[in-house]
């Protein structure tokens, strides 16, 4: 009688684990399915995005970032210095809005560069307005005047989309068309700045008057709410360089972190005479978790990029 029971006991269990066995297996399926996306539906809803009218409707082109769109609005009107030294807005202090075709219409996010003053004038409208306020923070230390970086998200009609962000930088200073910069103190870098050294180490990264800009993409995928990002959708470490003279350059940036990273990271930089700025989040539902850390130097182009390679091989990042 015994032996029968525990027969009957060893039928049941292993039953019970089959079942537990094969639903485990459709609920992974399941996942897959929902998660799946081909990449002829990714590439209609690019096709699809409505790009010439959102040309029209900022009066500037946005950029094709493959796979998303980006546009840009440096913050001009501001004459920033760090430690007696101007900085450019083309280092430090542009506003930008990302739009990621969707299924039926946009996600965007991006990233408000405001003053005091102008926090608490925007952060109430976009709240108002269904926009998702991620992150505010600094990126820098002791810049005249003082910066505060609003990260945002939203989801839906590209152009409604638009109309509301208009709107929030509208309560700003920032110009929304393009400005020449006629600060004379700025004008005083030097022009033309030979990277040569710097590529070297780096890569070729991208020229802009007098900064040029490097992007390290994560080698592993990041997704948001089961929707895989682009590489560079602002989940990429960012590094630039403004020329000062012919020996010396400002940079800062960002590193973007696996928790495991960041105080490797940190002490690499630190050794290297980089310092530390900010360490924080920009997103809310990212996966896995992203910590951005945000940096200052000022030195010899070549040495900082030693310096800053040396950190980057701290990372699991595609480097140039």
Not at 15 to 21: A, G, I, L, V
Not at 33 to 43: H, L
Not at 228 to 240: D, F, H, N, R, V
Request: with cysteine; aromatic share 8%; net charge neutral.
């Amino acid at each position: 009688m015994k032996r029968i029971l525990v027969v009957s006991f060893l039928v049941l269990l292993f039953n019970s684990c089959d079942d537990h066995s094969v639903e485990k297996r459709s609920e992974q399926k399941i996942s897959k399915e929902e998660n799946f996306e081909s990449p002829t539906s990714s590439s209609k809803r690019i096709s699809d995005f409505p790009v010439d009218s959102l040309n029209s409707f900022w009066k500037k082109e946005l950029n094709d970032k493959d796979g998303f769109y980006k546009i840009t609005f440096p913050r001009t009107d501001i004459k920033l210095k760090l430690d007696d030294i101007p900085v450019v807005p083309a280092l430090a202090y542009t506003s930008w809005i990302a739009y990621l075709p969707v299924e039926n219409g946009s996600r965007i996010m991006g990233d408000m560069v405001l003053l005091d003053s102008e926090i608490s004038k925007v952060l109430p409208y976009l709240k108002k307005n269904g926009i998702n306020i991620t992150a505010v923070h600094n990126h820098l230390l002791r810049e005249k005047p003082r910066l505060i970086y609003m990260h945002f998200a939203g989801t839906g009609n590209a152009i409604e989309l638009s109309k509301k962000m208009k709107s929030a930088f509208e309560l700003t200073a920032t110009p929304l068309t393009k400005k020449e910069d006629k600060d004379e103190e700025v004008k005083k870098v030097s022009k033309n700045f030979n990277w040569s050294s710097v590529k070297s180490i780096l890569g070729e990264g991208t020229e802009n008057k007098d900064v040029i800009k490097f992007t390290f993409p994560r080698k592993e995928t990041i997704k948001m709410e089961h929707l895989t990002l682009p590489k560079t959708y602002g989940i990429a470490t960012s590094i630039g360089f403004q020329g000062l003279d012919e020996q010396t350059a400002a940079i800062t940036g960002d590193f973007v972190m696996k928790e495991n990273e960041v105080n490797d990271v940190i002490a690499t930089l630190s050794k290297n005479n980089i310092e530390i700025t900010a360490l924080h989040n920009h997103m809310l539902h990212e996966e896995p978790r992203l910590f951005y850390m945000h940096f200052w130097a000022v030195g010899e182009p070549e040495q900082l990029a030693k310096g800053l390679r040396e950190a980057l091989e701290k990372m699991k990042v595609v480097l140039n």
